[in-house]
T-cell receptor, first 113, second 117 residues
Framework: KNQVEQSPQSLIILEGKNCTLQ??????????LRWYKQDTGRGPVSLTI?????NTKSNGRYTATLDADTKQSSLHITASQLSDSASYIC????????????FGAGTQVVVTP | DGGITQSPKYLFRKEGQNVTLSCEQN?????MYWYRQDPGQGLRLIYY???????QKGDIAEGYSVSREKKESFPLTVTSAQKNPTAFYLC????????????????FGDGTRLSIL
């Protein structure tokens, strides 16, 4: 069973609107959680990282939240732009000797004009 | 510009053929990784290397082989034993400096898409 589950699988939003993506994880012991953005045919690029003690982290129009007690994270996109169309991947790292990553399957976001 | 270069971008494999995917980085990172990405699934780890001349199997190493003769290079060979090689392959690297390696981001290349002829 995947230790990182993302929802929804995909969503379509109008340009200028906001949206929120969800990530639930069971990875333990928890080290940190990152959100990556992956454009079609490209490699993932890190947007934010949060450790156990952090609740919120922003990067421009992207705001990530973390609830380490419930093992949930969200990524909020504000005032979406066409360039936000991509897959957003939640990645959780365990506290081990080499920081193995567990990847969610991603949420495919399509922003339409 | 520092980064990771994967080549080729597209690759086709014939039945019974081995093919090699190239991954080069100029970020001076010690650790390098190979992942496989299939539709609807998270990235899965094939092999990783934390230092030159050393590498370890990941979760789905069967049918693949790697080498790490230079710090900058971590090529992946998809052998004929890999019966379902069609996928998007991503190479990544990471610094092992700092207190926690897990807090260092993995930097990804732009991938190689492998298909069967």
């Amino acid at each position: 069973k995947n230790q990182v589950e993302q929802s929804p699988q995909s969503l379509i939003i109008l340009e200028g609107k906001n949206c929120t993506l969800q990530c639930n994880y069971t990875v333990s012991p928890f080290s940190n959680l990152r959100w990556y953005k992956q454009d079609t045919g490209r490699g993932p690029v890190s947007l934010t990282i949060m450790t156990f003690s952090e609740n919120t982290k922003s990067n421009g129009r992207y705001t990530a939240t973390l609830d380490a007690d419930t093992k949930q994270s969200s990524l909020h996109i504000t005032a979406s732009q066409l360039s936000d169309s991509a897959s957003y991947i939640c990645v959780v790292s365990a506290t081990d000797s080499w920081g193995k990553l567990q990847f969610g399957a991603g949420t495919q976001v399509v922003v339409t004009p | 510009d520092g980064g990771i270069t994967q080549s080729p971008k597209y690759l086709f494999r014939k039945e019974g053929q081995n093919v090699t995917l190239s991954c080069e980085q100029n970020l001076n990172h010690d650790a390098m990784y190979w992942y496989r990405q299939d539709p609807g699934q998270g990235l899965r780890l094939i092999y990783y290397s934390q230092i030159v001349n050393d590498f370890q199997k990941g979760d789905i190493a069967e049918g693949y082989s790697v080498s790490r003769e230079k710090k900058e290079s971590f090529p992946l060979t998809v052998t004929s034993a890999q019966k379902n090689p069609t996928a998007f392959y991503l190479c990544a690297s990471r610094s092992t400096g700092g207190h926690y390696i897990s807090n260092q981001p993995q930097h990804f290349g732009d991938g190689t898409r492998l298909s069967i002829l």
